[in-house]
């Protein structure tokens, strides 16, 4: 059976590409989250 015109094994494929573009494109040397909005504004 096809859904959009992709098989199971075709959706697994370009599921796992998709991940792995995602993890590329978020891999930040030194990345740090800045909470000072939350501190200011909500009291945390």
């Not at 792995?20 to 909005?37: L, M, Q, Y």
């Amino acid at each position: 059976m096809k859904v959009n015109g992709c098989s199971q094994t075709e959706y697994h494929d370009a599921l796992g590409k998709a991940n792995e573009e995602h993890a590329r494109r978020n891999k930040i040397d030194g990345w740090v989250t800045d909470i000072s909005w939350l501190k200011n504004n909500l009291g945390i």
